[in-house]
């Protein structure tokens, strides 16, 4: 049973939505202020957190960036509907997924299982693929881990699935419809940004190459490649 | 015409009016008595000239006669002399035609003192009579010129000089004074349309600065009444955003009530429930798209800009509107794709766009196609939405961005609007600076979105 860490300040909706997700096979947990939230979270007892952004004592960005700094624990941020920056800045810090608020507790428990899903293929049963090389990139899929020309580069658990799927097509084209299916779960709908915000969070990670071009280029309106020279 | 201009050009006339009257007055008033003075020397001369001239005669003769008409002729002011005798001969004389001067001998004769008879430009000819001791009589006549009275326009450089810093000075004091009159009538002016173009913070008085008149007045009124606006709209939208935000708690916490009410219901209550969650799911939209609207007219425009390609962003915005239109039996496609990137947020245009694509969808007859373009020309890109649909009343063209505005209550709803599309596609793209209209076409409505470019 995965066991959710619930952080935000309205009492009410954190018991309804632990009700909820107690239906659904989830052990949860509540807790409503930002310090109390990061203490529970870096303690390891939990498999992943649903964490709000407007939080009393810390907001939901600085208890991100704390538990960023020690732990890998799968983060699903709340932010404020139509809010782009709250839900940019989420991801850029190392927020798994985000879901506008007020939400649907269906897509909620979709989302919760996709990154939950994600995380035990990655500590996985199953044979730890082989490390991928593409000029000077090296991705090992056992411990998730990335380096480039040497450097370890810091990637959430999304961006590293995306740059799997881009990387073993290295040169081709990869369709945006099967990337969301593959690495978000989802379908891809019309008017949903995630996926090309989580690209360009990639890209800034990355970075360029030495001659100036980018790693990972948009083809309008098909899909993504990863260039190689 | 301009007020400056107006005021300027007024002042200037009449000054220069006045100046002109001023000028006239003292020439004419200067004049006359010239002439008076004028007439009066001459008689007194022409009295004494004919007594001398029969003294010279009687003593020393005709030659010293001759001598001393000759010396007469030599001065500046004399340009004749001639002499006739009682009986019409012509003893002396310059003049071609002197019989002509018949008449004037004779009235000289008769009235016996000097007579005047204005001739030719700037002369006049005199005659006075003399008596010589042996009782021959003569008259003198002569030319004289006339005193010129004080040209208008004098000929002295000086003059010309004075004349020009009078007009100088003229039009300073003009250009000065129509500058302070209408100067803070512009500012005042200026100001207005600021605040309503939406700059509620606009205010003036203290660019008029420190005057004390109605102008001053006038802008100070203004400053209140900028205040007293800017307070009043700015709590109306505080409270529409207050609660809205306040809104989305509960419902958030209904979304979860519904869901486990779902879960424990028996297939009965599913359709209701299921009918509670798509109110739901628009009440929540209608949230959204209020604290959108009231971010982006609080004025925020701390939004973060750079560099976008603004082709790529209407193609993929297109492609959304047709993948959605495809479900009702319609289509969105892009015409004419020219290249162009602008400056500014991303986020923000492609809502602006994407609103004003889900409208045309909305209203465009189905199985037509809403028709898309994208052209530059003098760096700025305009993008036309075009729809199928029956249009707008023209005088409800303006009111068509105007939040929860409805063009006719039944089709709205019928259609699932909510009345802000286009009320925060304006606010994005006033964002940019650019500029959002509509206007029918015959059969169907068009949105023109104006933007600039980035050279």
């Known amino acids: 049973m995965s066991r959710v860490l619930i952080i935000d300040d309205d009492e009410e909706l954190c018991e309804l939505v632990s009700e909820y997700l107690t239906v659904e096979g989830f052990e949860t947990e509540c807790v409503h202020d930002g310090e109390s939230g990061l203490n529970k979270a870096v303690s390891g007892d939990y498999d992943l957190a649903i964490l709000d952004v407007m939080l009393p004592k810390m907001n939901g960005f600085d208890v991100l960036r704390k538990l960023r700094e020690e732990s890998k624990l799968p983060v699903l941020m709340l932010t404020a509907r139509g809010d782009d920056r709250e839900r940019i800045v989420g991801l850029e810090i190392g927020a798994d997924d985000y879901l506008p608020k007020p939400f649907n507790p269906r897509e909620l428990v979709a989302r919760l299982r996709a990154i939950l899903r994600r995380i035990h293929s990655e500590t996985g049963d199953q044979i730890p693929a082989e490390k991928i090389q593409v000029e000077g990139l090296e991705l090992s899929p056992s411990s998730r881990s990335v380096r480039l020309g040497g450097g370890e580069v810091t990637l959430t658990s999304v961006e590293f699935d995306l740059l799997t799927a881009l990387v073993r097509e290295a040169g081709k084209v990869v369709k945006k419809e099967d990337l969301s299916e593959n690495v978000l779960e989802r379908s891809l709908s019309p008017y949903d940004r995630s996926l090309d915000m989580h690209i360009s969070n990639l890209r800034k990670k990355l970075g360029i190459r030495p001659d100036g071009s980018e790693r990972i280029k948009t083809i309008r309106s098909v899909g993504y490649i990863y260039t190689v020279l | ?455």
């Open chain 2, 1 to 455: 015409m301009n007020l400056f201009f107006k005021i300027f050009l007024w002042f200037l006339a009449a000054i220069a009016l006045m100046v002109g009257m001023v000028v006239f007055l003292n020439w004419t008033v200067q004049t006359e008595p010239v002439v008076g003075r004028w007439r009066n020397s001459v008689r007194n001369q022409m009295t004494i000239y004919a007594a001398t001239a029969a003294q010279i005669h009687d003593s020393e003769g005709e030659r010293g006669l001759i001598g001393f008409l000759d010396r007469i002729r030599n001065a500046d002011t004399v340009s004749e002399v001639d002499v006739i005798a009682r009986d019409g001969s012509v003893w002396f004389t310059d003049a071609a035609n002197v019989e002509s001067y018949q008449g004037l001998v004779e009235k000289t004769f008769a009235s016996g003192v000097a007579e005047i008879e204005v001739g030719p430009p700037d002369t006049a000819l005199a005659a006075k009579h003399f008596v010589l001791d042996n009782g021959d009589s003569f008259v003198l006549l002569l030319r004289w010129e006339r005193p010129r009275p004080t040209p208008f326009f004098g000929e002295s450089p000086l003059r010309y000089l004075r004349y020009a810093g009078l007009l100088l000075t003229a039009l300073l004091l003009c250009w000065a004074l129509a500058r302070y009159l209408s100067s803070p009538i512009q500012k005042i002016r200026k100001a207005t349309q600021k605040l309503a173009g939406g700059d509620l913070q606009t205010r003036v008085a203290i660019e008029v600065g420190n005057r004390r008149d109605e102008l001053a007045a006038l802008a100070k009124d203004f400053d209140v009444m900028a205040e007293r606006i800017e307070s009043l709209i700015n709590s109306q939208k505080r409270l529409s955003r207050d609660v809205s935000h306040e809104l989305r708690s509960p419902l958030a916490r209904m979304n979860v009530a519904l869901e486990i009410a779902k879960q424990k219901s028996n297939g009965d209550t599913a359709p209701m429930l299921e009918r509670i969650e798509t109110e739901s799911f628009r009440l929540n939209e209608m949230i959204s798209s209020i604290l959108t609207l009231s971010r982006l007219e609080s004025g925020s425009r701390d939004f973060e800009r750079r560099e976008i390609d603004l082709t790529a962003l209407v193609e993929s915005v297109v492609e959304d509107a047709n993948f959605e239109a495809a479900a009702k039996g319609k289509a969105v496609k892009i015409i004419d794709g020219d290249e162009c990137s602008v400056f500014g947020s991303e986020n923000l245009l492609r809502s602006a766009i994407e609103n004003v694509l889900r409208n045309a969808v909305r209203y465009t007859k189905g199985e037509t196609t809403v028709g898309v373009t994208l052209k530059t020309a003098d760096s700025k890109a305009r993008i036309h939405v075009r729809d199928y649909g029956s249009g707008v009343p023209e005088d409800e063209l303006n009111n068509l961005f105007r939040p929860f505005y409805r063009v006719g209550e039944a089709r709205e709803r019928k259609t699932g609007g909510i009345g802000l599309g286009l009320a925060i596609a304006e606010q994005a793209i006033r964002a940019h600076k650019g500029s959002i209209s509509a206007g029918n076409t015959g059969d169907g409505l068009e949105v023109e979105i104006i933007l600039d470019c980035k050279k």
